[in-house]
């Protein structure tokens, strides 16, 4: 079906938050702190257990990364080193934090959100898809081409003329 590429997107993002979201239920139920939206991974789990501190500091520095990136996925110059500069860390350091928390490389999240938001302004708006394409961050219309058609499965067009509600 056409619209499992798009569906599976969707899908990929609610579970990051389901999962950002049960771990900082877990932590309100240990702790009783108050609530803060935190990512929880493997490696964060093993330094709750030692207790050492480290594991708040890895969510809120995952956060604070999916924040900026969801902020700034429209921006075409957005870049590992721009995202790096903005939490004040390494780049490989946040590219190799962000890939073993997520599970993709930011290039190819990045890519995602991009689409996602092409996405909805293909259904919600009548506006040109070389226009699309540049509000949702791609400096190149061959770029978003080839990421639309590999992510949902067709061409940006064909997912307009069958989705988006006739006039």
Do not use: W
Not at 101 to 120: D, K, N, P, Q, S
Not at 151 to 156: D, H, L, N, R, T
């Amino acid at each position: 079906m056409i619209t499992r590429p798009c569906q599976d997107l969707d899908a990929h993002l609610l579970k990051e938050e389901i999962r950002a979201l049960r771990a900082s239920v877990n932590r309100l139920h240990q702790t009783r702190q108050p609530f803060r939206p935190v990512v929880e991974t493997a490696g964060t789990r093993e330094a709750d257990a030692r207790g050492d501190g480290k594991a708040v500091q890895l969510d809120s520095l995952i956060s604070r990364i999916l924040d900026y990136l969801h902020r700034q996925y429209a921006d075409s110059d957005l870049s590992l080193v721009r995202v790096a500069k903005a939490v004040g860390k390494n780049e490989k350091y946040v590219a190799h934090l962000f890939a073993r928390t997520i599970g993709e490389r930011m290039r190819t999240y990045i890519t995602r959100l991009r689409v996602r938001h092409a996405c909805e302004l293909l259904l919600q708006t009548d506006r040109a898809i070389q226009e699309i394409a540049r509000e949702s961050g791609f400096a190149h219309s061959a770029h978003f081409r080839q990421s639309f058609r590999r992510i949902v499965g067709v061409a940006a067009s064909e997912y307009r003329g069958i989705f988006a509600p006739q006039k």
